[in-house]
């Protein structure tokens, strides 16, 4: 999970200030000498950290934080804003050209993600604005390069422009903007060519595609698990392309956070998106703020609760409240409750979003197995209908036979529907306005 070892010194620097009675200057700088380090560790740039320092402590001794109230509290707000603020204050929207098509030329080092990332932006542009996008080939020298482009598009049905491998690539790119114009694409994708470092014929090329097309936006994508080599990278590209933004991906994997807080400061041009997953819907705005609180595990919750509405079926969740109110919610409300949460991604990674739940020491052992849930599913299955409709005529001769259709030992069956009976109790409290179960979840 991403940042796990940053997020935990934070909240220890952070605990420890928070329990004395009173905060000295000297207290100050050694909770700044331990966030210092923590971001070291994390790889961050030296220079972003010693600025980043400098500037909470500036700000907390200059605002009298210490004579204050909560002194403590206040500095978790000041490191809070001003994680924020290297990371770039707030979202910067895609550029749009007056007129159609916009141009999005993609760079990157061959692996970071750009062919799987272009993919996902088409997607998203379909889906949030109806877009009809279109890709340009342009990466000639792997003919894989030009079939992994085509799968990618073929699985969310955008067209591919190419010529093959054998026409330069600016040339390429010259014709696929043209049937683009002709064919009425509102945005164009332009997947250019990685290489494993940045070298200077690569350069070369796409400073004259990026002449040619005069792009609206060149975006860079980097991978977040390479760290300080992400934002060498992004320093790089920088110094000849005028990039519009980043995309940082494989932000779901176990990266420590150096290129999410270093390449806004670094390079000065904004993160844009992130990618989160392998997925084609894995493919976020990059929010400095909620990066902010998740880094310091604040969580994440308007995250959380973007991509519930994006993958639930709003008509499903009233049915369902209505039903946990009444009091009727049962098996194959139940099933669907479970395909819902599936969709959303591995369950670890999505209660790590609640406040407070990523450095929970229970998380530590939390270690949902999809394989359980299966199980959980295969047993749902083997019910007939009207055992699901009415789960209180399961007598014992029953279960028996979900354990053997399910293949599951009988303990587990009758622990399930055990389960199942607890949570359609919370259920009616929650829907009854009885939050009392909640908020304890919540730790508030
Ligand atoms: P390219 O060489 O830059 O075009 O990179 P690809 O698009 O081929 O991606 C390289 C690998 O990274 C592929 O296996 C992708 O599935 C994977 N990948 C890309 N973005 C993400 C992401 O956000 N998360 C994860 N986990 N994998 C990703």
Known sequence: MAFEGLTERLQNAMTKLRRKPTVSEADLRETMREIRLALLEADVNFKVVKDFVKQVQ???????????????????????????????????????????????MMAGLQGAGKTTTAGKLALKLKNEENARPMFIAADVYRPAAIDQLEQVAKSIDVPVFQLGTDVDPVEIVRQGLEQAQEQHNDYVIIDTAGRLQIDEKLMDELVNISNLAKPDEILLVVDAMTGQNAVETADGFNDKLELTGVILTKLDGDTRGGAALSIRAVTGKPIKFVGQGEKMTDLDVFHPDRMASRILGMGDMLTLIEKAQQDYDEDQAQKTMEKMRENSFDFND???????????????????????????????????????????????????????????????????????????????????????????????????????????????
């Open 334 to 444: 139940f099933l669907d409750q479970m395909e819902q949460v599936q969709k959303m991604g591995p369950l670890e990674d999505v209660m790590k979003m609640i406040p407070g739940m990523a450095n929970n020491p229970a998380m530590k052992n939390v270690n949902v197995n999809p394989k359980d849930m299966d199980h959980i599913k295969a047993i749902v299955y083997s019910m007939t209908p009207a055992e699901r409709e009415n789960p209180d005529v399961l007598n014992p001769s029953r279960r028996r036979r979900l354990a053997g259709g399910a293949g599951r030992p009988i303990v587990e069956v009758n622990r399930m529907i055990k389960q199942f009976g607890e949570m359609k109790k919370m259920m009616k409290q929650v829907s009854s306005g009885n939050m009392n179960g909640m908020e304890q979840m919540m730790g508030g």
């Open 58 to 104: 500036t700000r907390a001794i200059g605002a009298d934080v210490l004579k204050g109230l909560n002194p403590a509290q206040q500095i978790v707000k000041i490191v809070n804003e001003e994680l924020t603020t290297t990371m770039g204050t707030e979202a910067v929207p895609l550029n749009k050209s007056e007129k159609i098509p916009t141009i999005i």
